[in-house]
């Protein structure tokens, strides 16, 4: 599914932590992913599918020692190939990254002011007086009411909302062509979430930015997104068109995961459960990682399925696949 | 956050009238009779009874006590039945001598034990963070008497550099002022350093691990800014508090520090008022120490409301 004109384009990603009792943790394992210009990618999983961490390689904000091999394509060049200093000068400027619980991502010592000023001092060559204009000009554009006085407020001062919109002025500050997006409406309330989707739905068509929006949440996915990539235990096992997936998934987890999403049209009962667990990554599972929970098993699932093409430029990493008459 | 002030200014009265009450009957437990060391081994009885009468001695403790602390309230300590001076003014010779003290091993304490601190939260688990670990074990464990000779061995007796002791004000000669005091500040500034750049080092670990660390390195800053801007602003405050401490502990006098280098401040006072049972002299240093000790304590949350906005609402 590699599209010409592709802004990042991540080819077999692989990062392995070496933890302090010498054992060594395959947190994403073979990951191919790209992005256009205003699309959304929304990349899907349980926490330890090894989302964020693709992310973080992304962002060059793994720890160090981390051991990340592959290709990150990002306007032309390799990130994993690039300098410490170039990446610092590419974050914050054309890559950018909002987080999960935007209370503690922000700092409580800084004015949201100051802290969205910094990133415009760092990569524009304006004097204070500009960048404060411009960090105004980034808290109207994400609709926070009175600009000029939030910008001398704390973060403690304001609402949840309000802290993920003042996250998302300092993502944005510099124009990036790429955000990415950690769960950036799990720690809000239901309307704040909207209200937040709703602003990122816009600023995207605005800016024409890539972005990346991870997420467990289905219900934002196929909110936002154009496309959806389903990582379970490092690696991606589906991919497609945001549509598509919800009509037809094509891997048993996938399944699994929308059985697992609550519906106002569907009857009353339990909630749906994917039995089991995730894998120990630790210890490198052979053949395919979700064989122990999916009902649809076969003999051949001891042997790993590659990324297979089905219909529409799909792809599946099952052997099953195409899926239809089994789920149907 | 003035309310806070205020609340702390009132909880000062009952903590203080503890404290002098705890003083005045502790040393009475003392055995010994101040009239009789007064008096001398020669005296005669009418002598000893006369010196008894002429310092309440002879009254029950709590009518004793009364008239200490109806004279404090006046702003008159009483006595030093040895010097036959003044309390108050006793105090106020010593006074800056052991403040110029405890502001130079204070300012030595965190001119190490801050970057100290930082430095081997950043380099965490290298060789670096090791050795400076090493450094700090060492300044908190050295006793200061041991360091205190060692050092006027050194630079005193060997190099010939610094006096061994004595002390020279500041406002007579400031470079002999800073000779005299040097030693002894590093002695009581490095046991202290070691103390601030443990507690900096974890609170900085977990600044860094933090998620605004996170979000200040996604926005390209350098390195030193995520490290000397974000992260240490943060961790700063926890040793705000234990520096203030740290102060009001010096104030108090360092008695061992003071008797090696023989610094005539607070510590040598009160050493000396307690050996010839000069009950007024050492109720005197003991209350002014326990205010003092008390102001820092609000100094510090005061420091504290500063750092922290969150706190400022």
Redesign the interface.
């Given at each position: 599914m590699a599209e010409d004109g592709a802004l990042l384009e991540i080819t077999d990603l692989q990062v392995a932590f070496h933890g302090p009792d010498g054992r060594t943790t395959h947190a994403v394992d073979g990951v191919d992913l790209s992005v256009t210009p205003g699309r959304t990618l929304g990349i899907v999983g349980e926490s330890g599918s090894g989302k964020s961490v693709t992310s973080l390689a992304v962002m060059g904000l793994l720890p160090k020692g981390t051991e990340i091999t592959g290709r990150i394509g990002f306007e032309g060049r390799d990130l994993l190939k690039e300098s410490a200093r170039r990446l610092r000068d590419l974050r914050g400027d054309r890559m950018a990254m909002i987080f999960q619980e935007p209370m503690t991502s922000l700092n409580p010592a800084y004015t949201i002011g100051d802290q969205i000023s910094e990133a415009i001092l760092r990569h524009r060559s304006v004097g204070r007086r500009e960048a404060r204009a411009r960090a105004i000009e980034m808290l109207r554009k994400v609709r926070i009411p009175e600009p000029e006085a939030r910008f001398q407020e704390y973060p403690h001062q304001l609402s949840g909302g309000m802290r993920q919109r003042a996250m998302i002025a300092m993502a944005l500050a510099c124009d990036p062509q790429l955000l990415i997006a950690d769960e950036p409406t799990t720690a809000l309330d239901v309307t704040i979430q909207a209200q937040i989707l709703e602003l990122m739905r816009r600023l995207r068509e605005e800016t024409r930015a890539a972005i990346i929006l991870i997420t467990h949440d289905l219900g934002v996915v196929a909110e936002v997104c154009d496309e959806v990539a389903v990582m379970y235990a490092g690696q991606i096992v589906e991919r497609a068109a945001v549509q598509d997936l919800f009509a037809f998934p094509q891997h048993p987890y996938t399944v699994g995961l929308l059985g697992a999403l609550p519906r106002f049209d569907a009857e009353q009962g339990e909630l749906a459960v994917i039995s089991g667990s995730v894998p120990d990554m630790s210890r490198r599972p052979t053949g395919c990682r979700f064989r122990s929970r999916c009902p649809f098993r076969i003999e051949r699932c001891e042997e790993m399925p590659p990324l297979i093409p089905v219909e529409n430029g799909r792809l599946t990493r099952c052997w099953r696949a195409p899926l239809q008459r089994l789920v149907a | 956050m003035f309310t806070l002030i205020g609340r702390r200014l009132v909880q000062l009265v009952p903590t203080l009238f503890l404290v002098s009450v705890l003083i005045f009957s502790l040393q009475h437990l003392l055995p010994g009779d101040p009239a009789l060391v007064m008096a001398g081994e020669e005296a005669t009885p009418e002598v000893v009874e006369q010196i008894r009468k002429r310092y309440n001695l002879d009254k029950p403790l709590p009518v004793q006590y009364v008239h200490w602390i109806g004279g404090v309230l006046q702003g008159d300590l009483g006595e030093s039945m040895r010097l036959r001076l003044p309390v108050g003014q006793l105090i106020l010779q010593k006074l800056p001598v052991t403040l110029q003290l405890a502001f130079m091993a204070m300012a030595i304490a965190l001119l190490i034990g801050i970057p100290a601190g930082v430095i081997s939260a950043v380099k965490r688990g290298t060789a670096t963070d090791h050795a400076v670990n090493v450094f700090a074990l060492a300044g908190i464990s050295t006793p200061n008497f041991w360091l205190g000779i060692m050092l006027i061995l050194l630079f005193a007796v060997k190099l010939g550099w610094l006096p061994a002791s004595g002390y020279v004000s500041p406002f007579v000669d400031v470079q002999r002022s800073l000779a005299t005091t040097i030693l002894p500040a590093i002695v009581l500034g490095t046991a202290i350093a070691g103390v601030i750049m443990r507690h900096m080092r974890s609170a900085m670990l977990q600044a860094l691990d933090?998620?605004?660390v996170?979000?200040?390195?996604?926005?390209?800053?350098?390195e030193r800014t995520v490290v000397w801007k974000?992260a240490v602003?943060?961790a700063i405050t926890p040793v705000i508090t234990l520096g203030a401490l740290e102060f009001g502990t010096l104030l108090s006098g360092a008695v061992l520090t003071e008797q090696i280098f023989s610094i005539p401040g607070f510590g040598k006072l009160i050493v000396d008022a307690v050996f010839n049972r000069d009950y007024a002299v050492v109720q005197g240093v003991v209350l002014i120490t326990a205010a003092t000790y008390i102001l820092m304590n609000l100094l510090a949350d005061l420091g504290y409301i500063l750092?922290?906005?969150?706190l400022r609402?």
């Open positions: - | 933090s998620d605004y996170r979000t200040a390195r996604a926005k390209g800053l350098h974000h602003r943060n750092a922290n906005p969150r609402t």
